[in-house]
């Protein structure tokens, strides 16, 4: 059973346009969500997180939305640039409950074409 | 660079044997974790390690054991390989990890582990 999901394989977006990733979750113990890129070969490279007593979390380009009554978080790049090309997972976790261990998404290859 | 360091990279090694991967937390981490990420299964929780004791076990196969030793780096072993431990084995550290805050977790390069 998937308790996070990027129902989104891929996306492809013009350089200078917004790019926008969407997760979904089912556990409704988690309230703490990460997002992170990754390139081939290399680890995971933390963008931003958001709690879930927060509803948006922005970091210059970064922004994550939360809506808790959807179960529903979304990444917006704005504007999108090619050396954003890469995959984007979706992470959470249950801190409150003292579970600490992230459940990810599968991810989402995001190209940015010039 | 994330300051997490994991060896080797890259490990080349036959069905039945052991081997050990090991990491590095960034300076001042306390809690380790080990994710395994395979072709079709996406990045797997496999088991934390919090000021060297064990916090939390996930997906992580009997044949599969961490340690987390007094300096804070940690090992995971995994013995009588099989062809499906194919996969890339990543390690991430966090400040706290265990008391009631949130906490961001920082990965390092990973560990390509070959199983033939």
């Known amino acids: 059973d998937q308790q996070v999901k990027q129902n989104s394989p891929s996306l492809s977006v013009q350089e200078g346009r917004i790019s926008i990733l969407n997760c979904d979750y089912t556990n409704s113990m988690f309230d703490y969500f990460l997002w992170y890129k990754k390139y081939p070969a290399e680890g995971p490279t933390f963008l931003i997180s958001?709690?879930?007593?927060?509803d948006k979390n922005e970091d210059g380009r970064f922004t994550v939305f939360l809506n808790k009554s959807a179960k529903h978080l979304s990444l917006h790049i704005v504007p999108s640039q090619p050396g954003d090309s890469a995959v984007y997972f979706c992470?959470?976790?249950?801190?409150?409950?003292?579970?600490?261990?992230?459940?990810f998404g599968k991810g989402t290859k995001l190209s940015v074409i010039p | 660079d994330s300051g997490v360091t994991q060896t080797p990279k890259h490990l080349i090694t036959a069905t039945g044997q052991r081997v050990t991967l090991r990491c590095s937390p960034r300076s001042g981490d306390l809690s380790v974790y080990w994710y395994q990420q395979s072709l079709d299964q996406g990045l797997q929780f496999l088991i934390q390690?919090?000021?060297?004791?064990?916090?939390a076990k996930g997906n992580i196969l009997e044949r599969f054991s961490a340690q987390q030793f007094p300096d804070l780096h940690s090992e995971l072993n995994l013995s009588s390989l099989e062809l499906g431990d194919s996969a890339l084995y990543f390690c991430?550290?966090?400040?706290?990890?265990?008391?009631?805050?949130?906490?961001?977790?920082?990965f390092g390069p990973g560990t390509r582990l070959t199983v033939l």
């Open positions: 390690y919090y000021n060297g004791e064990e916090r």
């Open positions: 958001i709690s879930s007593i927060k």
């Open positions: 992470a959470a976790s249950a801190t409150g409950a003292g579970s600490y261990q992230l459940t």
């Open positions: 991430a550290s966090s400040g706290y990890g265990g008391q009631g805050r949130t906490d961001t977790q920082y």
